[in-house]
T-cell receptor
Framework: EPEVTQTPSHQVTQMGQEVILRCVPI?????FYWYRQILGQKVEFLVS????????KSEIFDDQFSVERPDGSNFTLKIRSTKLEDSAMYFC????????????FGQGTRLTVV | AQSVTQLDSHVSVSEGTPVLLRCNYS??????LFWYVQHPNKGLQLLLK??????LVKGINGFEAEFKKSETSFHLTKPSAHMSDAAEYFC??????????????FGKGTHLIIQP
């Protein structure tokens, strides 16, 4: 069964460092997303990506964040200068277009900023 | 605007007894509703979805949910709990009329505990 894969499963980084979280979406999906879940809080939408550009982003997705689809298979989230409050589980997802479409999620990357 | 409230942060049931996980939503649009499950160290897996067809929706692993517009509810049920059902469950609403999942709003989750 096709699945979304994320690497690494756990990343520890020092405050101020740049991190790149990687995702391989399901191959024939067209929409790609990043969500995050701070410990004990809700899963929050960060950004969606379609046709090689950002289609929607939340208030959380400020200038320190960027996304890229560098080739035909990978989808990355870069955090330029990490802060302690960026510590969270980050989920990548992909979907077909269409109303009521469900997202298929990866296992998540736990980011710990120290 | 849309929101989701999962009424219980933890639910504990005995194996073999019924499961009820409660969810209320609000949405400015005709909503699509989903239940996702997250087992420890796993990703989010879709259990079932409602997209304006039948109000009683059947999902995987014996789960089902009923959309009640008058009560703005989408409660998840299962007649008989199994130990493997122990997980975190998320109720999710999508109110966008367009495509994709960027309109998904998650509830805080309900942790389901199964007692032997």
């Amino acid at each position: 069964e096709p699945e979304v894969t994320q690497t690494p499963s756990h990343q520890v980084t020092q405050m101020g460092q740049e991190v790149i979280l990687r995702c391989v979406p399901i191959s024939n999906h067209l929409y790609f997303y990043w969500y995050r879940q701070i410990l004990g809080q809700k899963v929050e939408f960060l950004v969606s990506f379609y046709n090689n550009e950002i289609s929607e982003k939340s208030e959380i997705f400020d200038d320190q964040f960027s996304v890229e689809r560098p080739d035909g298979s990978n989808f990355t989230l870069k955090i330029r200068s990490t802060k302690l409050e960026d510590s969270a589980m980050y989920f990548c997802a992909s979907s077909y277009p269409g109303p009521g479409t469900e997202a298929f999620f990866g296992q998540g990357t736990r980011l710990t900023v120290v | 605007a849309q929101s989701v409230t999962q009424l219980d942060s933890h639910v504990s049931v005995s194996e073999g007894t019924p499961v009820l996980l409660r969810c209320n939503y609000s949405s400015s649009y005709s909503p699509s509703l989903f239940w996702y499950v997250q087992h420890p160290n796993k990703g989010l897996q879709l259990l079932l979805k409602y997209t304006s067809a039948a109000t009683l929706v059947k999902g995987i692993n014996g789960f089902e949910a009923e959309f009640k517009k008058s009560e703005t509810s989408f409660h998840l049920t299962k007649p008989s709990a199994h130990m493997s059902d122990a997980a975190e469950y998320f109720c999710v609403v999508s109110g966008h009329s367009g495509g994709g999942a960027d309109g998904l709003t998650f509830g805080k989750g309900t942790h389901l505990i199964i007692q032997p």
